[in-house]
């Protein structure tokens, strides 16, 4: 994921230019990170307990709601990042490695010995 994430970023700037470098890669570090955190919280969670990962996603999904909100907010308003760029990075990485999670979720619930 974060391998695709920086190749992707760097196609992206060279499309976009580099003064649009900031906000393609803050775009894409927040749903990287989220996802990257949530993803080996997950993993680890079924390990232990598999039966607990449901309402670890819960807990996560609320840290997530507080943690993008504040993301977003601070980086447009409070370091004063061009909006319309960053929001479409965000939008983008933030659908994609979704799904990216979705599909490892699905693989990691069909594949109980993992």
Not at 20 to 32: N, T, V, W
Not at 72 to 77: C, D, M, P, W
Request: aromatic share 8%; hydrophobic share 60%.
């Amino acid at each position: 994921m974060i391998a695709g994430c920086l190749a992707t970023a760097l196609a992206a700037i060279g499309v976009a230019g580099r003064p649009l470098a900031p906000e393609i890669l803050l775009g894409m570090l927040g749903p990287l990170g989220a996802v990257t955190v949530s993803w080996a919280l997950v993993a680890r969670a079924h390990a232990k307990n598999p039966a607990g990962v449901t309402s670890l996603m819960v807990a996560m999904f609320v840290a997530k709601m507080l943690f993008f909100g504040a993301w977003v907010v601070g980086l447009v308003a409070g370091a004063g990042l061009a909006p319309k760029p960053f929001i479409i990075s965000f939008t983008g990485y933030f659908v994609v490695l979704y799904a990216v999670e979705a599909v490892l979720l699905q693989r990691l619930s069909r594949d109980p010995g993992r």
